[in-house]
């Protein structure tokens, strides 16, 4: 296929991700629909994942990772959501955390987390969310305070971790310092054991979030109560950089979203024109009636752009320079255009995108996840807008 072609690649960059997309088609494409309709968790996938050092990806080689860049972890990204978008999620949260402890924790945290997160041995989660607010992250309550002997001691309720009980490593959001504004925000490194229940004392994962879609991954809260946990689990150490450093494992993850977006929409793509190619009306296949071709034409386009643009906002981010503007960008089209294109495959589908037993039926139920993670398209509209104004 000619679509959402990437130039420039190095030879070890086409190999992972020829090797990604050889797994999706053998091991998540056939079995995804039905492991999504059961709501499981597809350990053998996971587990298929650390075989290909897919939770290392973007980890540094002396820390047991393969170093790749950020471009090469999202061309993966894409081909993963293709096949299954709740797998994708798996790895996203996960690499986050690793991003965020790669830039901004001490010497000692790195040493400690990051071998064993390439390896899959720790999976991480992170959590900003509260059931009170949303994207209004500067509203959070749960507060940490410390207790004069080394500790700090949480107290509150986050909410929407994918990954929730799964991970054995939460990055967590709290307040610090609560008269202070972001800069009294502090993020903690918060180790506990997978599963639910009491997964530490004082920290408990009650069970998990039953949604419309973006199902096999667990997706979860986390309930504090007077949980100790040592200040040295402060990340980088020092207490009041959780906002900017938050923000900043976001800021990729949103190219993440973005290739997530690219990746459900090409899924979406190729099954609306294999079914356009065999479904016949009045006497020939659907694909050679004008509306049905206009259609797939949009389609494509569509599918194009929102790879180039998300293409171009993680190599920025390689580059080293501030991505907010681009990574915006990015995410606010392919999700927008995912929806679209999804949609459209709906319609193409006919009656058949209804039944269950039809790949469309999980996509469109999948898809508009996209519009409201790592925040929704009005706060990429706001966040956009104000950058334009600061470059005037």
Known sequence: MRLQQTHGLSDEQREIIATVRAFVDKEILPVATALEHADEYPQAIVDGMKDLGLFGLTIAEEHGGLGESLLTYALAVEELARGWMSV??????????????????????????????????IRGAFSMSEPGCGSDVSAITTRAVPDGAGHHVIDGQKMWLTNGASANLVA????????????????????????????????????????????????????????????????GGTPGRGFYQMMDGVEVGRVNVAARGCGVARRAYELALAYARRRETFGKPIAEHQAVL??????????????????????????????????????????????????????????YAYSREYEIERLYREAPMLLIGEGTADIQKLIIGRRLLEDG
């Open 172 to 235: 967590t959001l709290v307040k610090t310092d609560p008269g202070a504004g972001h800069r009294g925000m502090t993020t903690f490194l918060v180790d506990k054991t997978p599963g639910f229940g009491e997964v530490a004392p004082g920290l408990t994962v009650p069970g998990k979030i039953d949604k419309m879609g973006y199902r096999g991954v667990d997706t979860t809260e986390l309930i504090f109560d007077e949980y100790r946990i040592p200040s040295g689990q402060i990340l």
């Open 88 to 121: 994708s999620g798996i790895v996203n949260t996960h690499f986050i955390v690793a991003w965020m402890i790669a830039q901004h924790g001490t010497a000692e945290q790195r040493a400690h987390y990051l071998p064993r997160m390439a390896t899959g041995e």
């Open 294 to 351: 206009f259609r797939l034409a949009e389609m494509a386009t569509k599918v194009e752009a929102a790879h180039q643009m998300m293409v171009m906002a993680a190599r920025r981010k390689d580059s080293g320079e501030r991505n907010d503007l681009e990574s915006g960008m990015a995410k606010l089209l392919a999700s927008e255009y995912c929806k679209e294109v999804v949609e459209d495959a709906f319609r193409i589908h006919g009656g």
